[in-house]
């Protein structure tokens, strides 16, 4: 039994917290948090055990905070004994100041998010380099789109030699919470060049990649457009093959029309209700946008940024841990958290 | 047992027949459609009974197209047979033609929609007007603006005699899978006068009420915002404490904070995962702009367009079957649908 | 001649900028920046005198920062010996540090924007207080809101004795050029209660009002819902006929139609060709929302709030130096600032 | 001089009117509407003349209507006789109509825009095949994203041998004045493949080009991410070289940092105040984003989709008539409608 522990509760840290009470391997120590608001208080009702952290590592003073709430804690200290692994959570570059101030000479693994810089742990995917990640003590699980990237490219490479690839992304500008960050009518280009392909080589430094794109009004899932050159003349019935095998992406039709809109891709899942919050953590790939040109390959999908990173989570606690090999912890996974299932359906729904 | 068939399985008839599904003195005989899509295929395997529609008529002409797409139905008029009530459930106007062609002189009793006009049957709010409701063969539940207004002005009307009301909306232009419509940059003036203030007459024709307002790029939830002129002097912990108690309304603070933006309290939905696509059957009033001022009251809430009306045509049904009283049906409602839960999750997390 | 300086040549900066070259009674001697950026290098071009400013009053330093940027200035406190008045068009609250720190002293009048707070200077409005404007040293032109409201209560108090009004708000979140505002798709509550009531009575303390809303996903105008209580029973056509000789309104309708919505009205502007940047100075009255019940009077319009508070600025310069009786400004402003041919154009082509 | 006449003034015909009225070459006998609606009466008070159309081919009737609404115009037919050359700027498809019903077998010449089928004329771009169009009785403006992509391609292609040309396209779902048209929150796939590609290759056949993409929640302009495979190893300078002799492109940096979004790139057109409507006839490309990578080239750029094919329609009109070579065309055309002077001004101003 692995002994997870939290450190944060927002977007990402909410969904890891459910995920890992779906594993039969796991057990959730509690999750931390800085503020005794109203996520402090779901965290009892759902009944995880709360720690209270403090950004100024005074944790009685935290401590003090949440009890004048009404909100009993324990201190975040107190986690550290009784976990195997922390996955911290915390808001991007806080994960750094964490490691070292708190984690650093501990026993417990530690798994960081997208987020952190690079140096702070192994970069991670668990479909690219699960094998590499065994028994590090420190994993950094790679953003929602770099992990959208390498699931579709891990396989690509796998059908033929990849000679250069260009992803032009539409970025959406805020997750559905966020309701003050924009834009509201522009198209915004993102830092030049793009974070994404330098990322994508963290994990895959084989991989000639060049990624741009802007952000845009949206909040549901980002889209990417890409072009893959191969060394072989690629197929597309090949491709189509080779990628609906793998369970975390999705290959959806649509009954001969127009590739289906995000909007109505996450309805279906709001259908489906398989998931809590109707997440996809599937990549949800544009079937009839495989194309062939040459020795040229396009393809456009959907990536759910609040959610496809959380199955790797599970299978970063594993790896680091050297508790399952990677087929193993992918197929607990992918069965636990139903992307499975949500494969199946959406495929069916969208012939 | 009542015996309820559905025609119609779009955005209100999916909705309606899980909420049939959560109801021990119910049975979904089935679901209509005319035609073989995937939301058709969704229906067969929840395990709903599929009957084939067709907007001429031509029944068998619809099953063989089922048929040839690999799906078995029976005709619609074989679900007459054996309902005690339908659920019409179609686009705005067709119910009309349904009424005519298809459901008149039968024995079963007949629930519409808020799209149809006002004539086809005798208007219907659980709340406002269930007594009257008792036995009638033809109810017409009104839109999702109209019940929540209703449920609203009946309590204060209780509480209050109510001189005159006023109401501004700002209507959600699109449903979130309604990829196609807009605006996307724009105010858009509703007709004038908007046609919600003599809808909320249909049921209460004691209400003095006048409404206005406009559509604009949102997709998630209506905003209305209230001012009620009483005979009395209103008091804001009066009606608190007289709102508090309905349980189809949740009263939302933030924490001292300005009132909760419509994204976050869907978000907390989404969190909550207590209904399925997270719907938020209750109105979501913000507490903290319930303000007097005089002998006028101010009110802002949110109304969420897909499922707030899902309840009523529950109690619809039971009323117009006399299969029991106000109060009994609407606390089953509440308790099977989760409006019970969900407000006191709410209330809870936006103290 | 007036020898204006405007401080500041962001939006309405450089809006101030345009309207003052307008008039044959001011001489702009030109505007202050802090920063040697692209519209340090429009000002340039345009032909405005360019002073450098600087937030620690380094102005030596400023001056070099242009300097090296190959634009050459002089320093702001050069600009203090040449006016008569000086329009602070900086950020919200940095008004009132310049007042404290370069202004207080000095011959020069100022004149400030409603970001700054009540006590800076007197609010204005030209139509609602000129005269008590008249040789005010320091006076503080109130927000596009504000102005709004303030153009139609004016007119309305003199046809009515206005009782109460309530306004509700759709604000527009951001502006076009803000490309990093939210919310995407949200309905995001104002503070509570709304700053604006309290602001209208600044100018016109004997109003009753009380003002709320949001804002929403729009970034061209923002739109208001007024309900107006009179002592005696108001007159929609004497209402219409009281506004339609306001010049700093105009009343569309929309030939029999439902109004136009607030992009409708933009484009028009941009056809009309009349102003820079399409600015509507006028606020937008849909004549056909101008409803009366009882003695309650409804209205909806929308303000440009990128450039409604520009005529009175000029206004404000007038009255502050006791340049001109209020009949004689206004109608200057409006000729030059041509608010007189955008009301008669909108007012045609929306008959 | 040419007497052109145009049919139709909506979003395309308003603008040609103007740009052929800046032409001293021209003379613009008139246009032709079917309504007598606020748009005609906008053009009686420009002082264009004022022909009626009508769907059925009833001038009389249709001369009537307008002369009921007080507009007297002449009948289409009347312009027939006074004009050199027709520019249709009918809605899609009805060009086609026209030309069958009442062009063919005149003496004047035609030019269509992009939305009419290929067959109808020769597809024209003034950069591309100027001189193929000389003395073409029919001519079909390509749209504005072919137009885009012409101008760019053109000259690359002149400097490199283009292998292989991909696009990927971010529409902009809607013009700011089409208030019903979404989406507000989802990415919606263009058909597939996209009628782009093919479009260009009306033009340059020599070109292979794919594209694809979708249309987004924004209504300012296109945008366009270009991937472009060249024979020989191209090279950055080279390329920026080339194209910043282009009048019909503009080059924009932004001071270093991440190129400018499209709202800010129209908020400098509504400063800069040069073009009617603010309009930014010129391709905007984002110079920072154009990067080689081996033999592959990478471009991002705006497209405005209101105004970039005007000039084109007035190049289109002097190609048909043989009235001037291709450099004498474009040179008037990019000074009268100011194209230089816009692309001056935004490149000076994003440095």
Known sequence: MISVGINGFGAIGKRVAWAVSQQDDMKLVGVAKTSPDSNARKAVDIGYGLFCADKDLDF???KKRFADAGIKTRVLPEMFREINVIVDTSPG???AINKEKLYDGKDFHMIFQGGEKEKIGMSFNARANYNKALGQKSLRVVSCN?????RVLKPMSELYKLKDVFVVLARRAADPKE??????????PTELPSHHAPDVQTVMPEIDITSFGGALPMTIMHQHSLIIETEEKPDENEIIEKLSKETRLALLGNEGK???????????ARDLNITPRNDIMNIVILKDTIK????????????????DAVPENIDAIRASLK?????????????TLRLDLMKKKLEKYFP
Do not use: C, F, W
């Open 60 to 62: 009685e003073a935290s």
């Open 93 to 95: 570059k806080v994960g």
């Open 146 to 150: 770099t992990t959208g990237l390498l």
């Open 179 to 188: 309701d003050d960050k924009g834009p509201i009518n522009s198209y915004v």
């Open 258 to 268: 127009t590739p289906p809109s995000s909007s109505t891709v996450i309805e279906m």
């Open 292 to 307: 062939t040109k040459g020795n040229k390959i396009m393809m456009m999908y959907y990536v759910h940024q609040e959610s």
């Open 323 to 335: 508790k399952a090999s990677q087929a193993e912890s992918m197929s607990r996974t992918d069965k």
